[in-house]
């Protein structure tokens, strides 16, 4: 099976975010290129990275999106080398095998077909995907020129090949709260930077049941409201010492109906000596499931959801496709040890694939 091939070179790519995918963009990038297409390489602005955007057939078609990036490996309990793809029965264990390098490998299966059995075809890759989605806003911009415009966009994260036509997006913040040092035997003189940062945390914890009573609802999820979450708080350098400095690591995952503007003023409000910054941020999707332009993979598909992670779908909706999250493997493996997909979703992903671009 051609994918298994595939799959395997991709796997043995190490490319965790924290490092270069330069390696598997090259040999990519030839590959596409001897398949027939035209590809544009976008490289990232530290020059370490690149994704590329790649056009077979003009507009009008199908493009099929992925990142090329995988969670590390170190410091878990595989029981298998992670980087070479392990076949056990119908189990194909490696890193990225679900998320997503799966996908890739039947896309680049699929563009080894012959041209003349497909409509246009179109291969997005991205890069620092896992790290919140920061690769795909820097390709967006050259996506009409190097594609025109296509008639749907299917970003191939692991959905068991149900077609997802929603997730929320995120938002993620950094909050220093800023107070004076001083002996804590004379305390209420100083101004604590830990209380400051637990009068945050108070104003997350009341927003987030305000959310849940009073804001947007959306029974396809299984959180059906928008969520605040503190990941990471830290500050302070001994016990008798008044902290003059705390972090929060905080995060937002909103329906679509909502957008961190709304909500960030009532998180931050009445809180005096600190500083905001927002780390990175991604749009959610909501896309009508009844749209013309996703009958076809809707009829081909598994099924219809949303999903509660997070991904580039989003980012595509601007620019005017039809976008939705339709590939094989279940997130549930995903970013775990031994992570695995099963035989028969590579299989059902070629076909589906084939199908949705196959002439008429």
């Given amino acids: 099976m051609r994918v298994l091939e595939l799959l395997d070179r991709l796997i043995a790519f190490p490319t965790v975010s924290s490092q270069s995918n330069l390696d598997l963009i090259d040999w990519t990038q030839a590959h596409l290129e001897a398949c027939g297409f035209a590809v544009t390489r976008v490289p990232s602005p530290c020059g370490e990275k690149a994704g590329l955007i790649a056009n077979r057939g003009g507009a009008g078609g199908v493009v099929l999106s992925g990142h090329t990036d995988v969670v590390p490996a170190e410091g878990q309990p595989w029981g298998r080398d992670p980087f070479r793809l392990t076949r056990e029965g119908a189990r194909l264990f490696g890193r990225g095998t679900t998320d997503m390098k799966g996908f890739v490998a039947c896309a680049l299966a699929l563009a080894e077909q012959p041209a003349e059995a497909q409509g246009p075809v179109s291969i997005v890759l991205s890069w620092d995907e896992e790290v919140g989605c920061r690769g795909i806003p820097h390709m967006i911009p050259h996506l009409e020129a190097a594609l ?66 009073e804001g947007a609802q959306d029974a396809g999820y299984d959180v059906p409201c928008s969520t605040l979450h503190v990941g990471k708080l830290q500050g302070g350098t001994a016990l008798n010492i008044v902290p003059d400095r705390a972090t929060i690591d905080w995060e937002i995952r909103h329906l679509a109906a909502e957008t961190p503007d709304e909500i960030v003023p009532r998180v931050m409000s009445g809180l005096e000596h600190m500083e905001l910054e927002q780390v990175f941020a991604y749009p959610g999707l909501d896309t ?73």
């Fill in 288 to 360: 009508d499931p009844d749209l013309p332009a996703l009958a076809k993979l809707r009829s081909l598909s598994r099924g219809l959801c949303k999903v509660s992670y997070g991904t580039e779908a989003g980012v595509f909706v601007p620019t005017g496709i039809p976008t939705v999250v339709c590939g094989p493997g279940d997130m549930a493996q995903g970013h775990q040890p031994d992570e695995f997909i099963e035989l028969d979703q590579l299989t059902g992903c070629m076909e589906m694939l084939e199908a949705l671009v196959a002439p008429g």
């Fill in 148 to 213: 025109g415009r296509q008639a749907l966009c299917v970003v191939g994260e692991p959905t068991s090949l149900v077609m997802a036509t929603g997730h929320k997006g995120k938002a993620a913040y950094r909050a220093v709260s800023h107070g004076e040092s001083g002996h804590s035997a004379m305390a209420p003189r100083f101004r604590n930077a830990l209380h400051g940062a637990c009068d945050l945390v108070a104003n997350i914890r009341a927003e987030q049941a305000r959310l849940m009573q």
